[in-house]
């Protein structure tokens, strides 16, 4: 079941919230949550109800890959067309996709820190 837009940034949310050391607020714009771990972007939720979609890091294959497979992924909006991408509700979208691509950003963006703050939970 594809996850309506709405829900699709509650869980977004939720999934980056859950993260060690993420934390989040309005530095850009009132209109872009943008989620960090370390002082690095790693998820943007845009607050406008008419355009509900989200924006996360992504290996450039990787995000090539979801651009071609689901209409409505997109190159992302606000940073670089080619490691980011934006996912907005339709067709194959679905919650768990949506907290696999917030954990995979995050791990991009977390990767170069040292090893304690990368842990997440279970990870030990």
Same mark, same amino acid.
């Given at each position: 079941?594809?996850?309506?837009?709405?829900? &699709?940034?509650?869980?977004?949310?939720?999934?980056? /919230?859950? &993260?060690?050391?993420?934390?989040?607020?309005?530095?850009?714009?009132?209109?872009? @949550? #943008?989620?960090?771990?370390?002082?690095?972007?790693?998820?943007?939720?845009?607050? @406008?109800?008419?355009?509900?979609?989200?924006?996360?890091?992504?290996?450039?294959?990787?995000?090539?890959?979801?651009? !071609? !497979?689901?209409?409505?992924?997109?190159?992302?909006?606000?940073?670089?067309?080619?490691?980011?991408?934006?996912?907005?509700?339709?067709?194959?979208?679905?919650?768990?996709? #949506?907290?696999?691509?917030?954990?995979?950003?995050?791990? /991009?963006?977390?990767?170069?820190?040292? &090893?304690?703050? !990368? @842990?997440?939970?279970?990870? !030990?």
């Amino acid at each position: 079941m594809s996850a309506a837009g709405d829900r &699709l940034q509650d869980t977004a949310r939720q999934a980056a /919230l859950a &993260l060690p050391d993420a934390s989040h607020g309005y530095p850009f714009t009132p209109g872009l @949550d #943008v989620y960090k771990v370390a002082g690095k972007v790693f998820l943007i939720v845009t607050d @406008d109800p008419d355009e509900q979609i989200i924006t996360v890091k992504c290996e450039l294959e990787h995000a090539r890959a979801q651009v !071609r !497979r689901y209409a409505s992924v997109t190159p992302g909006r606000y940073l670089d067309k080619r490691h980011w991408i934006s996912l907005g509700p339709g067709p194959g979208i679905t919650e768990r996709l #949506v907290t696999d691509a917030v954990e995979d950003s995050y791990d /991009l963006v977390a990767e170069p820190l040292p &090893l304690p703050r !990368r @842990d997440r939970p279970g990870d !030990r």
